[in-house]
């Protein structure tokens, strides 16, 4: 089987598979700051939601490219699954993909995790596609 393309803005894409989970647009899910530990960036969140700590279920991780820890939204990655066959016209298709693709509160139609990527590579600044494998 052929593998496929999928289009993630980002501008961290080996620090995205390393890290091989997804936080909330920005690092915030409800406007919260993160923190230098789990359990602050856990008490910024309960304090943003008005809720008591021992009330919150997210899981918090340090993530990189913020450079604090904050909430995971879900593990994997977000993307958006393309419809061409070739990297030649992926590139094309994701070029011409409407901006924005990070500023969502879902996983997007071309969900994927570290293990089935191929390769990726750059589309412009801040997009990349990713190379996925097929599942049998």
């Keep these: 089987m052929e593998n496929y393309y999928v289009v993630r803005d980002t501008n961290h894409p080996q620090e995205d598979l390393e890290r091989n989970w997804s936080s909330f647009a920005g690092g915030s899910c409800n406007?919260?700051?993160?923190g230098s530990t789990a359990e602050e960036a856990k008490e910024n969140f309960a304090s943003q939601i008005d809720a008591e700590i021992e009330g919150v279920e997210e899981e918090f991780k340090?993530?990189?490219?913020?450079?604090?820890?904050?909430?995971?939204?879900?593990a994997g990655l977000g993307a958006y699954?393309?419809?061409s066959c070739s990297i030649e016209d992926a590139l094309i298709e994701a070029a011409l993909h409407g901006d924005g693709l990070a500023v969502?509160?879902?996983?997007?139609?071309?969900?994927?995790?570290?293990?089935?990527?191929?390769?990726?590579?750059?589309?412009?600044?801040?997009?990349?596609?990713?190379e996925i494998k097929m599942k049998i």
Excluded at 31 to 34: K, L, S, V
């Design 31 to 34: 406007g919260e700051q993160g």
């Design 62 to 74: 340090f993530h990189p490219a913020y450079k604090e820890f904050v909430a995971v939204h879900y």
């Design 81 to 83: 699954e393309l419809a």
């Design 104 to 130: 969502t509160m879902d996983k997007g139609t071309g969900h994927f995790f570290a293990e089935d990527v191929v390769r990726f590579h750059k589309v412009r600044e801040g997009r990349f596609i990713f």
